[in-house]
């Protein structure tokens, strides 16, 4: 998992990895503004998503086909930011919760399907009993 951090204050940039440059795809410099050192929107629209918030916050954003777990950390007058890629475990989990609804309906379609069969042998004295 791919670890990312910028360091800002109002909006400039006072520090970053190289990963955060990687995966943003957008060379940063320090001590200019986070949101004029693109013209790609993409990237544009991830940052003012993620600067705007006042308070510490958790959420996650797809950003170029990724899935990143956002931590956004406010101190007095500067902002850790810090992201992850995710992707690989949030495909995991939604194939858990697939598979888990999947085998739930399977289960409960096979159990009703059954007692329907069976059921219906009391009543219709023509298939015979299923019972010896």
Known sequence: MKVSYFWITKN???????TAIEIIGVKLEQS?????QTNNMDALSFFSEIT?????????????NKIYEIYVRVFESEKLIVFADITERAEYENFKTELIGNITHELKN????????????????????CIP
């Open 12 to 18: 400039l940039v006072l520090h970053y990895n190289e």
């Open 110 to 129: 096979t159990t009703g399907n059954d007692h329907g069969l069976f059921g219906n042998h009391n009543e219709r004295p023509e298939y015979g009993s």
């Open 32 to 36: 200019k503004n986070l949101l004029t």
């Open 52 to 64: 705007v918030h006042d308070e510490d916050a958790r959420f996650r954003r797809e950003y170029k």
